[in-house]
T-cell receptor, first 109, second 112 residues
Framework: DQQVKQNSPSLSVQEGRISILNCDYT??????FLWYKKYPAEGPTFLIS?????DKNEDGRFTVFLNKSAKHLSLHIVPSQPGDSAVYFC????????FGSGTKLNVKP | KAGVTQTPRYLIKTRGQQVTLSCSPI?????VSWYQQTPGQGLQFLFE???????NKGNFPGRFSGRQFSNSRSEMNVSTLELGDSALYLC???????????FGPGTRLLVL
């Protein structure tokens, strides 16, 4: 059962522009959400998280938005840099973590 | 602080064999989780251990098992390996429930 979905397998953005990565979930019991970045041959690196009691959390160039009514999570990266090119996973927690299948971001110079 | 370490980093086995993977969490972290990542798939949760007790388990067959020691280090064992077990196995640690997980570099297992 895919409770967390990332429907875009890939995204290409020009350097300096905004990257928006999306994530949908089905379980209203999820109370903690995270985004991870993953480079090939490495483990995922934690980026940013948000609790279900908030609707926005910001950390530098990264902002996560949570829309509980739509069961939708998004990650905004502004401005995008070539070093941001990686696979991004969203995750949601209720008792255990559920991960999306990932979106491959390519930031073009 | 040292990060999560996993050994070995790469492993080649043949069908029917068994394998044991090891994970050392970040110092002070009492929770260790294991995930399987296959091409085109997200991270599939295997199990989580907290203070030597299995706290949660994913939907994997009984061939996949784990344990955690008193120093929080964890091992994962897969018996009777199948070709489909070829994957990247990731370990993650955190201080406790509702805390952020931090991942190790993974063990790449190839079953021939």
């Amino acid at each position: 059962d895919q409770q967390v979905k990332q429907n875009s397998p890939s995204l290409s953005v020009q350097e300096g522009r905004i990257s928006i990565l999306n994530c949908d979930y089905t379980n209203s019991m999820f109370d903690y959400f995270l985004w991870y970045k993953k480079y090939p041959a490495e483990g995922p690196t934690f980026l940013i998280s948000i609790s279900s009691i908030k609707d926005k959390n910001e950390d530098g160039r990264f902002t996560v938005f949570l829309n509980k009514s739509a069961k939708h999570l998004s990650l905004h990266i502004v401005p995008s840099q070539p070093g941001d090119s990686a696979v991004y996973f969203c995750a949601a927690e209720f008792n255990k973590f559920y991960f999306g299948s990932g979106t491959k971001l390519n930031v073009k110079p | 602080k040292a990060g999560v370490t996993q050994t070995p980093r790469y492993l080649i086995k043949t069908r029917g064999q068994q394998v044991t993977l090891s994970c050392s969490p970040i110092s002070g972290h009492r929770s260790v989780s294991w995930y399987q990542q296959t091409p085109g798939q997200g991270l599939q949760f295997l199990f989580e251990y907290f203070s030597e007790t299995q706290r949660n388990k994913g939907n994997f067959p009984g061939r996949f098992s784990g344990r955690q020691f008193s120093n929080s280090r964890s091992e994962m064992n897969v018996s009777t390996l199948e070709l489909g077990d070829s994957a990247l196995y990731l370990c993650a640690s955190r201080m406790g429930p509702k805390e952020t997980q931090y991942f190790g570099p993974g063990t790449r297992l190839l079953v021939l």
